[in-house]
């Protein structure tokens, strides 16, 4: 089948697919039900079981009480529900109660539906992934949702989740077993790079038919049968058919088990992968180079090449924030027979200083810039505006209202990054309505803006070293206590010596670009 009538097959499915979520029509949003909204449209739930979780939810917060078998026992944070739900759907359970203590939620239900905005997508958060078969991966395995506050007490909720995947939990196993058998099989192990996408890309491209008329059958209410595996890793890898979906799938879950950098990215209509090689990402598009006789015509592309008709990507794909942490390749990569040259930035960072490698690769990434005439003076102290502008940065440089701070003047560098930190509960400021945004910071400061940073993006910074063996532990404030043992327990930060912390000396842009990109490193950001 050729491409041009896969792709009306695809546009035509999205037409009768896209729905719009039913929430319950109250002050507050307290219930509701999505599809997964680019592809199969599940029917909503029966109309007395929505009614009757309506009734229940206006019980309850109102003063009245929930059956007794889903009464809290413990009220977690949102963040902490989110991992509890991920592992749950991991394991494919289809009724999850989840007890969250969520202090603004009729606020924010009153004017958008808290629970499918802010919580749900923490659940597949590619931030929180640990592994191949969540994130990307699990965001597109659930094919439609049910969800009823059924209880709360003040800013205590218990919430029921009902979900429908397109997968069972033996499938998942089976398919689990299939990659990492495929490890051995293509040999990623010894191959690493661009030879390792290759390999991937290879298999799924001859081993995956694209299955039109599976996909046919699905949208044709007159065809029994219908196989919703097409839409999965699974069916891709175990029953050798799928739509884009599956293979964007399957690809993700092969890269991410061999360690290669790798995302899912949708249009309205379609799916295929992004990679990252040399500090750079590049599009790669194995269901359309299923069909075609080279099985590369796709592969490894540049925006220049790639955009436009069913690789537009969605505003969550094309927003600065997205972009600017995964910034695609104007131009398709090129191999090389000869060996990159790393070329130094700076001209008094050298190759062979104990930073180079961090100031390198932050450079790559847009997080730092030299100070002029090719210099970084890595020994150069940061001050906190600094600090904040580069943690700014990795969120995509993202706008926020005036923290009005009365010593952070509007435009210069720092201002919208001190505006975003203090909005997050970055930074906390120094009192008296200061920032001291011109301050030098200090090494403890610093971790403990970054511990911080690390919590609003749902990281566990749960690690934590006694700090027995340096023998200023005891100089360390008591803002920086948690912080600083965090730190080192996750070998981010290891002293000035073998017995110092020196938690209040000043940082240097060496010293924070190095703490930076071990944590970039750490956590997958």
């Not at 595996?229 to 964007?248: D, H, M, P, R, S």
């Not at 919590?455 to 070293?465: E, F, I, P, T």
Request: charged fraction near 15%.
């Amino acid at each position: 089948m050729n491409r041009r009538w896969i792709s009306l097959i695809l546009i035509l499915a999205m037409l009768f697919s896209l729905t719009v979520p039913a929430f319950a029509e109250t002050s507050a949003v307290t219930s509701g039900s999505v599809v997964n909204p680019l592809y199969v449209n599940y029917p909503a739930p029966d109309d007395n079981d929505v009614a009757a979780g309506r009734r229940l939810a206006r019980s309850a917060s109102v003063g009245g009480s929930a059956d007794a078998s889903v009464q809290a026992v413990a009220y977690v944070s949102p963040e902490t529900a989110a991992n509890q739900l991920r592992t749950a759907m991991m394991n494919r359970q289809s009724t999850v109660d989840l007890n969250i203590s969520v202090p603004d939620f009729w606020s924010a239900s009153s004017t958008k539906n808290w629970f499918c905005v802010d919580f749900f997508p923490m659940v597949y958060s590619e931030r929180l992934s640990t592994g191949p078969y969540d994130g990307d991966y699990l965001r597109w395995s659930w094919s439609g949702y049910d969800w009823h506050l059924i209880a709360n007490d003040g800013d205590q909720y218990t919430f029921r989740v009902n979900l429908r995947y397109y997968t069972t939990l033996e499938q998942e196993r089976t398919l689990q077993s299939r990659v990492t058998a495929l490890q051995s099989e293509l040999g990623l192990g010894k191959l690493s790079g661009e030879a390792a996408y290759a390999a991937i890309y290879d298999y799924i491209t001859s081993h995956v038919s694209y299955d039109n008329e599976g996909l046919a059958a699905i949208y044709d209410s007159t065809q029994p049968g219908k196989d919703y595996l097409i839409f999965t890793a699974y069916g891709a890898e175990v029953n050798g058919k799928a739509v884009c979906q599956g293979y964007a799938a399957l690809f993700y879950a092969l890269c991410k088990k061999a360690g290669l950098p790798v995302r899912i990215v949708t249009s309205t209509n379609h799916a295929w992968n992004i990679v990252k090689l040399n500090g750079k990402w590049y599009n790669v598009d194995a269901t359309w180079d299923s069909s075609t006789p080279s099985g590369r015509e796709w592969y490894l592309l540049g925006s220049d090449h790639f955009n436009g008709g069913m690789h537009t990507a969605t505003a969550e794909y094309s927003a600065l924030s997205f972009q600017s942490a995964h910034p695609i390749s104007a131009a398709d990569y090129v191999p090389s027979s000869e060996p990159e040259q790393d070329v130094p930035f700076y001209s008094d960072v050298p190759q062979g200083r104990w930073s180079y490698d961090s100031i390198q690769t932050a450079t790559r990434l847009g997080l730092v810039q030299g100070t002029g005439n090719g210099k970084f003076e890595p020994q150069l102290e940061v001050s906190r505006g600094m600090l904040v502008t580069v943690l700014w940065r990795m969120e995509g440089s993202p706008e926020c209202s005036s923290a009005g701070f009365s010593d952070v003047a509007s435009g210069r560098y720092f201002t919208k990054a001190v505006d975003w930190a203090a909005a997050n509960g970055i930074v906390l400021g120094i009192g008296n309505n200061r920032f001291a945004p011109e301050k030098i910071a200090t090494r403890e400061q610093m971790v403990t803006i970054l511990y911080r940073y690390l919590q609003y993006l749902h990281k566990d910074v749960s690690a934590q070293d006694n700090l027995s063996r340096f023998s200023d532990a005891g100089t360390v404030s008591n803002f920086a206590k948690t912080p600083m043992r965090w730190a080192v327990a996750k070998g981010l930060m290891n002293g000035t010596s073998s017995h110092t912390l020196s938690p209040k000396d000043s940082i240097t842009r060496e010293q924070m670009t190095t703490l930076i990109v071990r944590t970039i490193s750490t956590y997958g950001l």
